[in-house]
């Protein structure tokens, strides 16, 4: 799978708008402000294709990116974004709306910022992607504000956290540095060829 070979496909803003699968998708899911924009260009070797913003919740929609005929799929922030209860009650559903449907679902990449133990939405994520038996990873993000002693002190902390069913795939990730995003490249590649 070449992630060189990446562009943007389209941008939907109610769960009804989305076209049914047309293959095996991987979608992207985390709060607000844990770092999936600069996650999602630096795993597509672009700067600008996901809007990076600093001001938390700046994706409102779920997007759609084409990575060599793969769908890599963008999904709305959850939790602490500065919008009002509507515009979150949009983005509640447009994810749920999204993971109820019968879709092609490879992978979820759940996106966990490091420095933190993980909050009861990020737990309420993983639960769900439990219950709803999608085959899952995390993606541990702002690896590089730690240094490697502290990583590894927060990975087994969030492991532990989060109860993981064991064989979990659990990646350290820096956007800023590239630590872990090969590991990840071949981790969605996996996905998406089984």
Known sequence: MNFHNASFKA???T?????????????????SN???????NKLMYRK??????????????????????????????????????????RWSELIEGYYNQDRDFALVVSLIDIRHDP????????????????????????????????????RAA???ALDLPKGTPMVVTSSEKGDGIDELRALIARAIEE
């Open 15 to 31: 769960s009804a708008q989305l076209p049914a699968s047309t293959g095996p998708e991987v979608s992207f899911a985390g709060r």
């Open 119 to 154: 909050s009861a939405l990020d737990r309420n994520m993983v639960r769900f992607l439990q219950e709803a038996e999608l085959p899952f990873a995390i993606a541990l993000t702002k690896a590089d504000k730690l240094s490697k002693q502290q990583q590894q002190k927060q």
């Open 48 to 89: 600008g294709l996901a809007k990076v913003s600093s001001t938390p919740g700046k994706t409102a929609t779920i997007n759609f990116y084409d990575v060599d005929g793969r769908d890599l799929v963008d999904l709305p922030g959850y939790g602490f974004a500065k919008v009002s209860k509507s515009e979150k009650g």
């Open 11 to 13: 941008a939907y803003g």
């Open 158 to 160: 969030i492991k532990k």
């Open 34 to 40: 844990v770092g999936k924009s600069s996650l999602l």
